[in-house]
């Protein structure tokens, strides 16, 4: 089991920054990827970034890229998004998520959600 604590999220003006936190535990060894995803209202979850834990090789959906960076910290087990130059649309609840398998595109587990608001 892995068990994941978003945190970081809040209320920000556009153009502004937040940096979201997973903090990761249990037998995340056996973890290939994380991700994070964001869910607005009224809408679908949506991928938004995900870094492999060996190699740091990183990949974007393209609403976010060049604004958000994805990171992690092997040693901690932790995983980071910094968001910049913030926009309106990226208004929803952000959830970290583990990919076990370098073959199944899919995540296994997921944290709570943080919910990141931006004003215009």
């Known amino acids: 089991q892995v068990q994941l604590v978003e945190s970081g999220g809040g209320l920000v003006q556009a153009g502004g920054s937040l940096r979201l936190s997973c903090a990761a535990s249990g037998r995340t060894f056996r973890s290939y990827a994380m991700g994070w995803f964001r869910q607005a209202p009224g809408k679908e979850r949506e991928f938004v970034a995900r870094?492999?834990?060996?190699?740091?090789?990183?990949y974007y959906t393209d609403s976010v890229k060049g604004r958000f960076t994805i990171s992690r910290d092997n040693v901690k087990n932790m995983v980071y998004l910094q968001m910049n130059s913030l926009k309106p649309e990226d208004t929803a609840v952000y959830y970290c998520?583990?990919?076990?398998?370098?073959?199944?595109?899919?995540?296994?587990?997921w944290g709570q959600g943080t919910q990141v608001t931006v004003s215009s």
């Open positions: 870094i492999i834990w060996s190699g740091g090789n990183t």
């Open positions: 998520a583990v990919r076990r398998s370098p073959d199944l595109n899919e995540y296994d587990y």
